[in-house]
């Protein structure tokens, strides 16, 4: 896909990531729309992307989620892509991560990002795409993160069977599978002390890899 004048949606797009990624964007021509549960990072990055227009996301308001993407089809006048960068981490022996906090995580990682690009199938044509960002925990699988990698690891399994759908039709459907990113994701984890780690990615290195996939 070329960025270059293409209209893509950036649920998560108050994040880190997903707010350096739109910003990225619009610098490279792309017309952005955000999506984001803070209203001030809203405001924020819709004024560094040239005014884009921009939509407070909850991601336990699935209907919500999902009616993002027709907002952003009316607001851009089509979509060619849509990226979710929306997640939250989640730390700790899996007998103390309780069922509320499972539940949180699910919903975060998995649900909500599929009520997004299950809503944008029939809005994204041919050449376009769609993607979510996952990460490295789906392949690893690590100790004390059972309940957040069984979250991304949902999505990248439901990333997979719908690629396998609409391998013939359809736009691209691609599974995002960061790598530790020095992001500040992991300190604001929902539950839990994150284990020590080695130096992450950058941000911008983050953000590099996803128009990577994007644009091959």
Do not use: Q
Not at 35 to 53: E, F, H, M, T, Y
Not at 142 to 164: E, F, H, I
């Amino acid at each position: 896909m070329d960025v270059n004048g293409a209209r893509v949606l950036v649920p998560g797009g108050t994040g880190a990531i997903g707010s350096a990624l739109a910003v990225r964007l619009h610098g490279l021509g792309a017309r952005v729309a955000v999506a984001g549960r803070d209203p001030g990072s809203l405001a924020r990055v819709s004024a560094a992307c040239g005014d884009a227009p921009a939509r407070r996301l909850d991601a336990y308001d699935l209907d919500g989620c999902a009616s993002t993407v027709p907002w952003a089809v009316g607001e851009l006048g089509g979509l060619d892509a849509v990226v979710v960068c929306v997640g939250v981490a989640g730390f700790g022996p899996v007998e103390a991560v309780g069922d509320a906090t499972a539940e949180h995580l699910l919903t975060v990682n998995a649900l909500a990002p599929m009520a997004v690009l299950r809503a944008a199938l029939g809005a994204v044509p041919a050449g376009g795409v769609l993607a979510a960002v996952t990460g490295v925990v789906v392949d690893a699988a690590p100790a004390g993160m059972a309940d957040y990698a069984a979250s991304k690891a949902a999505l990248a399994t439901w990333l997979t069977s719908v690629r396998r759908e609409r391998r013939r039709a359809g736009p691209a459907v691609l599974d995002i599978r960061l790598p530790h990113v020095e992001s500040g994701f992991a300190e604001r984890a929902v539950c839990g002390t994150p284990p020590t780690l080695p130096r992450g990615r950058t941000v911008d290195e983050a953000v590099d890899l996803i128009l990577d996939a994007v644009t091959r």
